[in-house]
């Protein structure tokens, strides 16, 4: 973490976590896109990155983010059965449930990486589960676990 | 003179009818190669023979000891039985429970061509944790070992040490349900000796319940404390016959993935890493623990995939040659109560 973002926290007084979220481009980022020309206020934690399916999203993305130090992670597609690419979704939804009960297992709280579905249409969701997501991140406090010690 | 009964006997019977299967099978010519075991260069160990001729028979050995997967030895080492184009040497493999397993296994994945092996089973009793056992004597030498009754017996130079068979195995063998290698029913020809048919395996998972009821915070303590250690050297990797990949995710460079260092939070991600690329995969053989330099426990790693794995999708690897594997197949009625919803 830079110095300047050090500063920045002990202004606030109140952490705010920092989120990569991984949005798929067919559904979730045309969500998002939704929410803001529609005005809708979310937390402005989230850092997006554009990928072409949430089939895309390898588990190396994820831990990889992690270990940078990203506080969550989010990932975002197509509900199952709108993919795009018609099973992209399905057979990401198999590789994040066993993503997700590992992490746990490993003693790393599953709740700093969510998974969800969010259509183009469905702006307000997507900002909800945004909220949600944070609350849960901002709950569980800074990521100390990938944290570096030397 | 006392017959003593026990795995001594039952492993001199297993080796004797493993011998006599190995030797007509050459002689039959029906296959070019065996692959077995033989003894090791040192006390508490095995090692892998490749055996072209019938009198060389002799050196396969079976006991406790033979931890090692033979299936490693088929891919990518013998390149002609992944292309069949490139000839058809036919091969002969000891099986044990989880060597048949993992031959099933590759065979769904494409890997070997199952019509070319011949397995020959054999009803295995469980592999002897070496690291226990070598962790209990210290820093003695350990120049003998032996089974007497169902006792393991360590000599070395000024002591002896018994050990209970039973309680010395691997952990993931004091719950293995496949002691002989399964039988398909569209290859019954290819399994020879001790095998058993199989359609599904009950478990429930007993050995993880402690570990399980642990918070998240005594788990991560846990883990980290357990897979300190590690020195990364890879050699679970090696040795498992599931990981046949031309380039690893550590080895490779361009990107790096994940760094190569033995910081704790670079271990976990490799381990983390691995063990989501077994998911569905992994056959429960333990050799990745067996050859631990550093004797890290990774069994409770994989037990908790093949319970991920068979509570999820109801898939147990190895088993049946049908059905495919979780991770590369997909469904529409998947559960998925760990998605974000919104309130």
Not at chain 2, 19 to 32: F, G, N, Y
Not at chain 2, 300 to 322: A, H, P, Q, Y
Request: with cysteine.
């Amino acid at each position: 973490m830079t110095t300047q973002t050090k500063q920045e926290e002990s202004l606030n007084d109140e952490w705010e976590p920092k989120i990569l979220a991984f949005l798929c481009n067919w559904c979730s980022y045309a969500g998002a896109d939704l929410a803001g020309v529609s005005r809708i206020q979310y937390p402005p934690t989230i850092r997006v990155v554009r990928v072409p399916c949430s089939g895309r999203v390898s588990p190396y993305f994820i831990i990889k983010s992690l270990m940078d130090g990203w506080d969550g992670v989010v990932v975002s597609g197509c509900h199952p059965g709108d993919c795009h690419y018609l099973t992209g979704n399905l057979v990401a939804r198999r590789r994040f449930a066993i993503l997700k009960e590992l992490l746990e297992f490993f003693g790393i709280e599953p709740g700093r990486v969510n998974f969800m579905w969010a259509s183009a249409a469905e702006g307000e969701r997507f900002a909800n589960l945004i909220k949600k997501a944070t609350k849960i991140v901002k709950k569980l406090g800074p990521n100390k676990k990938f944290e570096k010690k030397w | 003179m006392v017959i003593i009964m026990g795995i001594e006997t039952e492993n001199s019977e297993i080796e004797n009818s493993m011998r006599e299967t190995a030797r007509s099978l050459l002689k039959e010519k029906k296959v070019d190669v065996i692959i077995g075991y033989t003894n090791g260069t040192v006390p508490l160990s095995s090692a892998p023979i490749m055996i072209t001729k019938e009198e060389e028979v002799e050196k396969l050995i079976w006991n406790n000891l033979c931890y090692v997967n033979l299936a490693k030895y088929l891919v990518p080492r013998i390149p002609q039985l992944i292309d069949p184009e490139k000839g058809d040497l036919k091969v002969g493999i000891v099986s044990k429970g989880c060597v048949g397993r993992a031959l099933i296994h590759l065979s769904v994945e494409n890997q070997i061509n199952l019509e070319n092996i011949k397995m020959i089973g054999i009803p295995c009793n469980g592999i002897i944790n070496r690291k226990r056992i070598e962790k209990e004597v210290g820093e003695k030498e350990i120049l003998e070992v032996f089974a007497f009754g169902n006792d393991i017996v360590v000599k070395g130079k000024d002591f002896e040490q018994k050990f209970s068979f039973e309680e010395y195995i691997n952990e993931l063998c004091k719950v293995c349900k496949v002691k002989s290698p399964p039988v398909l029913e569209e290859l019954a020809e290819i399994c020879i000796g001790e095998c058993q048919e199989i359609s599904s395996i009950g478990d429930n998972f007993e050995d993880l319940v402690e570990f399980e009821s642990k918070t998240t915070e005594e788990k991560w303590d846990y883990i980290k404390d357990t897979l300190e250690t590690c020195t990364r050297c890879y050699a679970c990797r090696e040795a498992c016959p599931m990981c046949y990949c031309n380039l690893c995710f550590v080895d490779q460079n361009k990107p790096i993935w994940f760094e190569k260092t033995t910081e704790i939070s670079e271990i976990i991600a490799f381990h983390l890493v691995r063990a989501m690329h077994l998911a569905g995969r992994c056959v429960a053989c333990g050799a990745c623990s067996s050859v631990c330099p550093m004797g890290i426990d990774l069994n409770l790693i994989t037990r908790k995939l093949e319970k991920i794995v068979k509570e999820r999708f109801n898939f147990t690897s190895g088993i049946d040659s049908k059905k495919m594997p979780p991770m590369m197949d997909f469904s529409m009625d998947d559960a998925e109560e760990f998605m974000l919803e919104e309130d």
